[in-house]
């Protein structure tokens, strides 16, 4: 099955730290995703890319930026962590255009707490 | 804009019974699919059904199944025998078909719990 793998569970930072968030899927998948998940908003997509080197914004991609060098990898950063980005972060992954059996990958989520 | 709504930010369910959570959805898409997502504790988000839009017949899966309504833009997942492990939140999202920059839109989601 699928493994999309984010590199830590819990993270600390503080206000004005860059921040990176890593996530790497293992199968060949074309599309990544960002999102943010908090309570009574649902997950808001930040940023995603449909291709290595290509990424497009989501609904809310002030204050982040993203990079994917490599298929498997796409990171998430926090080029200046502010408070306002306390949240848990969720990356995805999915075949791409034409798959059949339609669906997105999960990671299991990054709590940021930045203080 | 492609919406996805969940009216019932919290719902409650005795074990063993049924409980059906709602989700409608705004798009002027005609080929598209919808998906039950469920996150328990451990945060893992784990697909619980999908419905292809051009197909009539509702999807079911053990004991979750849903109504799909296009004309109306409903998109109901409804839970049998209900169990301790299903309390979790529920989350309805929508992708268009086809396309590489698509993208799955997530309505605000739904508590379930369950009485023991």
Known sequence: ?????????????????????????????????WYRQDPGLGLRLIYFSYDVKMKEKGDIPEGYSVSRE????????????????????????????????????????TQLSVL | AQTVTQSQPEMSVQEAETVTLSCTYDTSESDYYLFWYKQPPSRQMILVIRQEAYKQQNATENRFSVNFQKAAKS??????????????MYFCAYIPYGGATNKLIFGTGTLLAVQP
């Open chain 1, 70 to 109: 490599k298929k498997e990898r796409f990171s998430l950063i926090l080029e200046s962590a502010s408070t306002n980005q306390t949240s848990m972060y969720l990356c995805a992954s999915r075949l791409g255009l034409g798959a059949t059996n339609e669906k997105l990958f999960f990671g299991s989520g």
């Open chain 2, 75 to 88: 998109f109901s997942l409804k839970i049998s025998d209900s169990q301790l492990g299903d309390a979790a």
């Open chain 1, 1 to 33: 099955d699928v493994k999309v793998t984010q590199s830590s569970r819990y993270l600390v930072k503080r206000t004005g730290e860059k921040v990176f968030l890593e996530c790497v899927q293992d199968m060949d998948h074309e599309n990544m995703f």
